[in-house]
């Protein structure tokens, strides 16, 4: 199984890096193979406004393809002012249309420093994929106070309290999830 975790921000050091990377280590575990997109090394000849046209720079091509070659795509997104982060929205604009999309499985990761874990961000995401026609699982993660909840000596979740969800325990449940929802759905 192929899996694609893109990294939803081009921000250096960024925590969406940090949850991807945790999330790398689980699907490999469960025996997939994984590729991380990190938007902070998307080329800076990608950015000019002639990008749009066709073929794309050769530069693009390590971007695009696990993309088209995925079973599944994690998208870890982080909130930014209230939406989903506009390199990830330029991003998914380069990828070919209809192939990148169409009937392609994506599973969504949300992170915030607020209470909601970018569930707004999640959910104009969900639209773009939809409108593209992705295979959509439904089972969400939102992450919320993330840099209270991050163990960066462990590299994994802690509870802010003894009631407070088992972050681990749901990125475990929807690996597995999703991984059995892409072994059904994928082209």
Known sequence: MNIVIVVGTNRVGSMSKKVSMYLSDKYTAEGCDVQL??????????????????????SFTPFHDPILNADGVVFVVPEYNGSFPGILKFYIDLWQYPEAFEGR???FVGISSNQWGALRPIEHLQGVCG???????????????IWSRWNDEEKNFRPMTP?????????????????????????
């Open 37 to 58: 997109i990190d938007l902070a090394e998307l080329p800076s000849d990608l950015m000019r406004p002639d990008i749009y046209r066709n073929p794309k720079p050769d």
């Open 105 to 107: 499985c994506v599973a």
């Open 131 to 145: 409108y593209r026609n992705a295979w959509q699982f439904n089972e969400r993660v939102f992450l919320n106070h």
């Open 163 to 187: 009631k407070d969800l088992d972050y681990n325990a749901l990125l475990d449940s929807q690996t597995k999830g999703f991984i059995q929802f892409c072994s059904v759905h994928a082209q």
